[in-house]
Each structure stands twice: as structure tokens, then as C-alpha cells.
């Protein structure tokens, strides 16, 4: 194997740690900026379901990953679930409203 290509499937594998690591801890930071601002959310419950969110969808999504994993070979799967991730945080910096935020985490 060359070593261009272990360097690629190392820096996918770090880069989806770093996306699922931040995604993850996002709502600390994020949840008590848009209080504070108050246009996107409007109380606190509803600003909880940003961190929740992104927890319900990877019950589904492991179990997707997984079958996947054997189907397609891990390393494949890990370098193509970076692609959903990916537009998620692209969704959730482009977002006007709450509705398009929850898209965004999920």
C-alpha cells in the first residue's frame, strides 16, 4: 500500500473523530449563545432538542454503519460518512431558522 494513500485514510479517520467529537460538544457552547440572542430558539426546551437530536439520529446511523462496514469495508464506509457529516455542518452555518438547525444536527 502507498504510503499517499495511508496518509489520506489516516486524515479522513482523524478528521471524522474531530467531526463526530465537535458535534458532540457543540450544543455546551451553542446552547446558551442563542438564548442569549433569542432569534433562532425561544427557551431552553426548545434549545434542548439541539443536543438531543444529534443523539436519537445515531442510534439508526450505527446500526446503518455497521451493515455498511461489512458490505462495503470499513475503511470505504468511514471516508463516505464523512460526506453527510459534512453537509450537516454546512446546513447548520447556513441556517435561518430552528427548523433548518435541527436538520443541520441531525
Do not use: Y
Not at 461489512?70 to 464506509?77: I, M, N, P, S, V
Not at 471516508?79 to 441556517?95: D, E, K, Y
Amino acid at each position: 500500500m502507498q504510503v499517499k494513500t495511508q496518509v489520506m485514510a489516516s486524515v479522513a479517520a482523524g478528521f471524522l473523530s474531530l467531526s463526530v467529537g465537535s458535534g458532540v460538544a457543540l450544543p455546551s457552547s451553542l446552547i446558551p449563545i442563542l438564548l442569549k440572542e433569542g432569534d433562532l430558539v425561544d427557551s431552553f426546551h426548545e434549545a434542548s432538542w439541539l443536543a438531543t437530536i444529534f443523539l436519537f439520529v445515531c442510534i439508526p446511523s450505527s446500526i446503518f454503519g455497521g451493515v455498511c462496514s461489512d458490505k462495503f469495508g470499513r475503511r470505504t464506509t468511514g471516508l463516505l460518512s464523512c460526506l453527510p457529516l459534512l453537509a450537516g455542518w454546512i446546513v447548520l452555518s447556513l441556517s435561518a431558522d430552528f427548523n433548518s438547525l435541527l436538520i443541520g444536527r441531525s
